[in-house]
């Protein structure tokens, strides 16, 4: 009988080594992705590289001390490390005497409060350039002999920017920015961060979890190729990062750039990170509030609007969709005005005339699967989608008319018909009637997972609720008002149509030029 060290030594031994597990991520995480979307594939494609994900972390645990940074209260530590980081601000002649730091309301961790009244277009702060973190300024670090014979380094700026976060946070132990570094969150509800339950409650929007899968697979392929680098190379940056280096701190890195990064005014292809700025949340908006002063050299920021003393001060994060918001903000906000509904449509292989159907299709240029951006504002200028439709639907007479006339087929296609909006009025209601129900089973489901009685008030129950649970939520019912807007436009274009048909078309028994005289 084997005794209790010997079992316990079996078992580590039959444990693939952390090698092993990496070389597996980084084929699971270049595998081709699937060009026609498969939502099966996709679910088990991410099962596959969670699973590996949580038995490397599980070797990495001694290394990135996560279990001890979760036993500690995040708003108490981010609190105790401000003072140290206002005076860093001051002392590098940071103005923000029009501003106080500190935990703001709605779950939105740290924020911006002003101390006066402040006017719309009035300077709120200023933030020198000395303490900003760009790109450009990893390049000239001691990252610079890593950076240039990288490709992924020096075509990225956001991975740049996150080796940059990692070298200056866990390697350099006198540097610059550790007050700026140790203010920033330890953990972040971006995708990368998502629990199984999570991405499962994700799939219910596929196109955002398909988004959201891609976005998984980055951070998955660059951690393992990292990894990889760093063990086999032999400067002093890679061998400094190759003892800090977990899947945790890569990703914590990762999701730090992406909710913080800015682009620099007037110089827009470089990224950083702006101390200070960085810690305004996001306030609905027009236009984008900073820019920066060439002779002081200082980053401005700018009230978009007039704001009380004593309120939150926030600024806009510029045009981007509720998805973009959710896998690179880590919110949604409760606005789907710069929302886009990727509608997808196929033509099967079993359909009446497909083979026809198919050829015109290609002669428009098209797929017989396609996948068309919408907006309610572009809708009556969505050509090819019109093209696609007139085709899907078109009887012997139409498909005749359109192949005798292949010379100007594009521009016949693309004419919108009653018939035309009809089926996409139709198809719209449909996926807004899927959506609704979507939703119901959403919250279904956290109730059941939260023993929450779904009887209650929808407030009461999003008390409970995890914050990426919200964040689904509202991006589901931001897709739900989004289709119901897209329902109406396509209902009053095609009464539009009808009107406008009816005005120019003459009743069949009315001669088609009446003289005066004949008219009584």
Request: glycine share 4%; with cysteine; aromatic share 10%.
């Amino acid at each position: 009988m084997k005794s209790k060290s010997q079992s316990s030594s079996s078992a580590q031994q039959s444990k693939p080594s952390l090698e092993i597990l990496i070389e597996s991520l980084l084929r699971e995480a270049t595998e081709d992705f699937e060009e026609t979307p498969n939502l099966q594939w996709e679910w088990g494609h991410y099962l596959r590289l969670s699973s590996l994900i949580q038995k490397i972390k599980e070797r990495e645990a001694g290394r990135d001390n996560q279990d001890k940074q979760d036993s500690i209260d995040e708003t108490a530590r981010r609190a105790s490390e401000l003072p140290e980081f206002i005076q860093w601000l001051q002392r590098n002649q940071a103005e923000f005497t029009k501003m106080s730091i500190g935990p703001v309301e709605q779950d939105c961790g740290f924020g911006l409060k002003t101390n006066v009244h402040l006017k719309g277009g009035e300077i709120a702060f200023s933030v020198p350039k000395s303490i900003v973190m760009s790109a450009e300024k990893a390049r000239s670090s001691k990252l610079s002999v890593l950076v240039e014979k990288d490709p992924i380094l020096c075509n990225m700026q956001n991975v740049l920017l996150a080796m940059f976060l990692l070298y200056e946070k866990y390697v350099n132990p006198d540097s610059f920015w550790k007050p700026y570094l140790r203010i920033i969150p330890s953990s972040f509800d971006t995708v990368a961060y998502y629990t199984e339950t999570e991405m499962a409650l994700l799939k219910i929007s596929p196109r955002a979890f398909r988004e959201s899968l891609r976005m998984y697979r980055h951070i998955s392929r660059q951690y393992a190729y990292f990894h990889t680098k760093f063990k086999n190379s032999t400067s002093l940056a890679s061998k400094g990062l190759k003892k800090i280096f977990t899947y945790n701190r890569y990703t914590w890195a990762v999701s730090a750039v992406s909710t913080r990064v800015n682009n620099w005014p007037n110089k827009h292809d470089t990224l950083c990170l702006v101390p200070l700025l960085d810690l305004c949340n996001h306030g609905e908006g027009e236009d984008i509030s900073t820019d920066y002063n060439d002779e002081t050299e200082s980053f401005l920021c700018y009230a978009g609007s007039d704001f009380s003393k004593n309120t939150e001060f926030k600024m806009f994060y510029g045009h981007r969709s509720s998805i973009d918001f959710l896998i690179h903000n880590g919110f949604v906000p409760n606005n789907f005005k710069d929302d886009i509904y990727f509608l997808e449509l196929s033509l099967g292989t079993n359909a009446v005339h497909s083979g026809r159907k198919i050829s015109l299709l290609r002669d428009s240029k098209m797929d017989s699967r396609m996948t068309f951006p919408l907006a309610p504002e572009r809708l009556t200028s969505a050509k090819k989608l019109f093209a696609f439709i007139n085709v899907f639907i078109a009887d012997e007479e139409k498909l005749c008319l359109y192949e005798e006339n292949k010379d100007n087929l594009e521009i016949i296609l693309e004419q919108p018909t009653v018939e035309c909006l009809q089926y996409l009025h139709d198809r719209l209601e449909l996926m807004k009637r899927v959506a609704d129900n979507s939703i119901a089973t959403a919250v279904r489901t956290l109730c059941k997972s939260l023993s929450i009685d779904d009887s209650q008030s929808q407030g009461k129950m999003e008390e409970r609720y995890s914050k990426v649970s919200s964040n689904i939520l509202q991006l589901l019912r931001n897709e739900l008002k989004l289709l119901d807007m897209l329902v109406h436009c396509c209902k009053d274009f095609k009464i539009s149509l009808q009107n406008n048909a009816l005005k120019t078309t003459p009743p069949e028994d009315t001669p088609t030029q009446v003289s005066n005289t004949e008219v009584k």
